[in-house]
């Protein structure tokens, strides 16, 4: 099956920038959209920005204008650029990949990174 490898978590200081990989392996098929969620202590995990397989890219907006996803298709690997990162954008960050076995009746798959740490503190 499909294996998510994430890194570029790590602590920083507020206003500080970091930059998450995730590479997808093992996949047969089509790898579609692709993104990253987190979850702070004591809250729900939410999106923070995902990006289709034609790079189109859709932010959550206490990130947007701060962070910028990407994607390198022939790598399978999608990153997140972090920039001006704040206090509150500490959580567990997760890779997340769809992949689509086509035929007559297509069919979806979703696969989740073990997650990397990221840590906004001065």
């Known amino acids: 099956q499909v294996q998510l490898e994430e890194s570029g978590g790590g602590l920083v200081q507020p206003g500080g920038s970091l930059r998450l990989s995730c590479a997808a392996s093992?996949?047969?098929?089509?790898?579609?959209?692709m993104g990253w969620y987190r979850q702070a202590p004591g809250k729900e995990r939410e999106l923070v920005a995902r990006?289709?397989?034609?790079?189109?890219?859709n932010y959550a907006d206490s990130v947007k204008g701060r962070f910028t996803i990407s994607r390198d298709n022939a790598k399978n690997t999608v990153y997140l650029q972090m920039n001006s990162l704040k206090p509150e954008d500490t959580a567990v960050y997760h890779c997340?990949?769809?992949?689509?076995?086509?035929?007559?009746?297509?069919?979806?798959?979703?696969?989740w990174g073990q997650g990397t740490q990221v840590t906004v503190s001065s």
């Open positions: 990006i289709t397989s034609g790079g189109s890219p």
């Open positions: 997340n990949a769809e992949e689509v076995v086509g035929g007559s009746y297509p069919v979806r798959y979703n696969y």
């Open positions: 093992g996949s047969r098929f089509s790898i579609r959209s």
